[in-house]
Structure formats: C-alpha cells, structure tokens
C-alpha cells in the first residue's frame, strides 16, 4: 500500500512549524502550573504533614505550585 508524502516547503522556520501544524494539528497548551516546580513527597501521610511542607516552601520563598504524595500513602 502506498501513502502520500507532504513536504513543507518554506522560507522561515515559523513558516514550517505553521505548515506541520496544519498536517499534524495544534497542541494543547497545558496549564502554567504544569510547567514549573512540583514536590513529590514520600510518607506524608496526612494533610497536616503536606502542609508543613508547603508553608516551608513559602517560608524560604521557594516556588512550588504542585506538591503530591507518592506511593506511600496508600493503603494495601
């Protein structure tokens, strides 16, 4: 079976980002906080532990927008 080749011919590389684009379609833009700093944190089993983490964090101006707990805190 035989299947059809596009080719992007342009004078910029904007010009080809534009053009791959149109043949694969646009990304999503995720959410700002998707980006930047996030904690995993082991064994913190309640709320009151996360959020000494957090106000640490505030506390030395550290930025973090995402803290969750790992594996650990599951049960079985």
């Excluded at 906080?33 to 983490?53: K, P, T």
């Excluded at 995402?66 to 650990?72: L, R």
């Amino acid at each position: 079976m035989r299947g059809e080749i596009d080719i992007i011919v342009a004078a910029t590389r904007a010009e080809v980002v534009r053009g791959y684009a149109e043949l694969t379609g646009r990304i999503w833009m995720p959410p700002r906080w998707a980006a930047r700093f996030q904690q995993s944190r082991w064994s913190l089993h309640e709320r009151g532990g996360i959020m000494d983490v957090a106000r640490n964090f505030r506390k030395r101006k550290i930025p973090c927008d995402v803290i969750y707990c790992d594996i650990d805190y599951m049960d079985g």
